[in-house]
């Protein structure tokens, strides 16, 4: 199982960024898949989640600001970044979690500059 993150970049306050998470093989019967974070000192946090049913889970930090997605024909899932704030600014992780175990992707980097 791999997936390959990527879309992280610098971006000033208030802009948006896109992440997306490309997984080997079909993403239709996963469990669920999500992007997690960690900021330099912090540990590993949930940013969002969605299931194979598209139930959707946000981090309270988040809500209203990020919208998680996934595309299963793509076998991508997407973390649609809006209003950015510096306090986002981490690597930023895809998990897969499906009946064989959990996956994580390498990180990407988000940069938010005030």
């Known amino acids: 199982v791999q997936l390959q993150a990527s879309g992280g970049g610098l971006v000033q306050a208030g802009g948006s960024l896109r992440l997306s998470c490309a997984a080997s093989g079909s993403i239709s019967r996963v469990i669920a898949m999500g992007w997690y974070r960690q900021a330099p000192g912090n540990k590993r946090e949930l940013a969002a989640t969605i299931t194979s049913d598209g139930s959707t889970v946000y981090a309270d930090s988040v809500k209203g600001r990020f919208t998680i997605s996934r595309d299963n024909a793509k076998s991508t899932v997407y973390l649609q970044m809006n209003s950015l704030k510096p306090e986002d600014t981490a690597v930023y992780y895809c998990?897969?979690?499906?009946?064989?175990?959990?996956?994580w992707g390498q990180g990407t980097q988000v940069t938010v500059s005030s």
């Open positions: 998990k897969r979690v499906d009946p064989r175990g959990s996956y």
